[in-house]
């Protein structure tokens, strides 16, 4: 994300502009791969500020205000979910956010389509998404057995609830 706001300033040409590329690659590669060791907070700064640099940016055609009004809300809602959510919602921002950042500044570079540059982002962000749930698929599943427990519980307490109604 750093390397996007520094090419949206700079916007470097020829070499820079690969190595820029190359930079924005390898980190994303790294945190994917490290990306189960994030805090609250950090996920919470990280998946708002990715999120909505991504969304905004992505859609800035729309008008302005449309881009940070729709960036603001898709950015809160993608921060909290992470929280609660965090393994599959680190995996889902970084695959999207991660191939949206890229293909736009591939678009800004060569003035390529916008229709095309969308269906390519969305077919790289679903392979991110692949191989992210392949490589964190321990954490995936400790995630969905956990959700699976608290589901349980939430079960019983209402059954509790419900059973001491019908009892009066």
Known sequence: MPL???????????????????????????????????????LFITTFLMVYIAVSGYILGLGKFIAVLVGLVIAVVAAVLSIKYKYIMVIITTS????????????????ANHILILIVTAIMGVAGLAVQCIVEKNELKESYEHMKENGKKAKKIKNKISSKSNSK
Do not use: D, R
């Open 96 to 111: 999207f956010t991660g191939s949206m950042m890229f293909w736009k500044m591939i678009e800004n570079k060569f003035a």
């Open 4 to 42: 996007f706001i520094i090419f949206v300033w700079l916007q470097p040409a020829g070499f820079w502009f690969w190595l820029v590329v190359a930079l924005c690659v390898g980190i994303g590669v790294l945190c994917a791969v490290y990306s189960h060791h994030l805090h609250k907070t950090k």
